[in-house]
């Protein structure tokens, strides 16, 4: 059982050596966790629940992330597939995220009463801002298909995003730089509604 004092870099360094060996986590998830133990540790600190500091000695660990972009063709692609059930919602979720460029929890919410004219208006969940962007048709032609935005989970829409962008043969061979040298993915593995590429598939050598 840890105590507040017991927060100290030994523990850091076998928290770090823990995640990253047994667990495999990779450099951005060792740096979340670490993030929310700081967090965590200095609320505690304001409400004087313990008066260590050492924890200013902890870096949060992060690698660069490679991040792709699909252009307009291969959203075309996507579009026309034929698709039916689970794997026509992702796609059409998945079209609202890039012709809005809001994130998952703004584009996942949108309704008809959000259309106004030849724009859309929406309150942002994460701010609480309003954001005006204008309405591209195949945006205004799902959310009537739908009577707003597809009804998918996120992790399911991550899931069937990728088997759908395969069907599009977007496989373009891209390569990733990592701490172990450089492999190569084909590009469908790496779309995500997510900000970043989790690199969560066994690359080609």
């Not at 924890?55 to 692609?77: A, H, S, T």
């Not at 061979?173 to 190569?184: F, H, L, P, R, W």
Request: glycine share 4%.
């Amino acid at each position: 059982r840890l105590t507040y004092d017991d927060i100290d870099y030994n523990l850091y360094i076998e928290l770090i050596s823990w995640m990253k060996k047994d667990k495999g986590d990779k450099p951005n998830m060792q740096g979340q966790i670490i993030k929310n133990l700081k967090a965590m540790m200095n609320e505690a600190y304001k409400r004087e629940y313990h008066h260590n500091t050492k924890l200013r000695e902890f870096v949060k660990p992060k690698e660069d992330v490679e991040n792709i972009y699909l252009n307009m063709e291969e959203l075309d692609r996507i579009y026309h597939l034929p698709l039916i059930g689970m794997a026509a919602k992702a796609r059409d979720l998945f079209l609202l995220g890039c012709y809005t460029a809001m994130r998952f929890s703004d584009y996942s919410r949108l309704t008809h009463w959000d259309i106004d004219g030849d724009f859309l208006k929406k309150r942002t969940q994460k701010t609480g801002a309003v954001v005006t962007v204008p309405v591209h048709p195949r945006v205004r032609e799902i959310i009537q298909k739908y009577n707003g935005a597809p009804k998918i989970s996120q992790t399911l829409l991550n899931r069937y995003i990728k088997s759908v962008c395969q069907q599009a043969g977007i496989d373009e061979k891209i390569a990733v730089d990592t701490e172990n040298g450089t492999v190569y993915y084909r590009k469908w593995e790496m779309v995500t509604s997510l900000p970043s590429f989790p690199a969560q598939y066994t690359p080609e050598k």
